[in-house]
């Protein structure tokens, strides 16, 4: 891959991501919970767009987070509770309930883990170790604790209209069992793919 190849790849995948999610709302099940369930996306764009210049993260961030917005387009789309894929593993898994949206709270876990470790160690004194370990997961928690507060807030504004956005499908412990799986994602960065980040950090670095 040239130096020129690998400036521009990025910004491909970036405007790939926004048609992909720009596309997911047409004919989408619900407006509204498509609208919220995309925002997570629209942002990060503009924040991309915003700072890419001055701070270009790896291509393996890059990457799940190319991933992450285009679950948020498929769940947005459908609506958690109602992708296809996520019946299909119901079935095969035994399962009773749709299982795709823990898939996006999983990543609600492994995406801010691994944005705040290559953060940090671009930008602050830490090291690889075990409080850059605990600081990534203590965030990726962070995030999908506020999460869920905006789900809250959400069902007591909205009321029935927000149901699937919530995408509780009648478990009483979703909120906990969400955040279960993002805690499990951010482990995932810290425990297996810090040693394939850091070697790209050190790529990048010369």
């Known amino acids: 891959m040239t130096a020129g190849t690998a400036s521009h790849w990025p910004r491909s995948l970036w405007w790939t991501v926004a048609v992909v999610t720009a596309l997911s709302g047409l004919a989408c099940a619900d407006p509204a919970t498509w609208w919220m369930e995309t925002a997570p996306t629209w942002i990060g764009l503009a924040l991309l767009a915003l700072t890419w210049k001055r701070f270009q993260f790896t291509p393996i961030v890059v990457c799940v987070l190319a991933l992450h917005a285009w679950i948020l387009?498929?769940?947005?789309?459908?609506?958690?509770?109602?992708?296809?894929?996520?019946?299909?593993?119901?079935?095969?898994?035994?399962?009773?309930?749709?299982?795709?949206?823990?898939?996006?709270?999983?990543?609600?876990?492994?995406?801010?883990?691994?944005?705040?470790?290559?953060?940090?160690?671009?930008?602050?004194?830490?090291?690889?170790?075990?409080?850059?370990a605990t600081l990534c997961v203590a965030m990726a928690l962070g995030v999908s604790a506020l999460y869920e507060l905006i789900e809250w807030y959400a069902a007591v504004s909205l009321g029935q209209s927000a149901e699937a956005f919530l995408g509780t499908q009648g478990d009483p412990w979703d909120a906990q069992a969400d955040m279960l799986c993002a805690f499990i994602g951010a482990l995932l960065v810290v425990g297996f793919l810090a040693r394939f980040h850091s070697r790209q950090l050190r790529n990048l670095a010369a």
């Open 73 to 132: 387009a498929v769940g947005g789309h459908y609506t958690y509770a109602e992708v296809p894929v996520g019946w299909w593993l119901r079935d095969v898994l035994h399962l009773d309930r749709n299982p795709f949206d823990r898939l996006g709270h999983c990543f609600q876990g492994i995406t801010p883990a691994l944005v705040v470790r290559e953060l940090l160690l671009r930008t602050s004194p830490l090291r690889p170790g075990g409080w850059l």
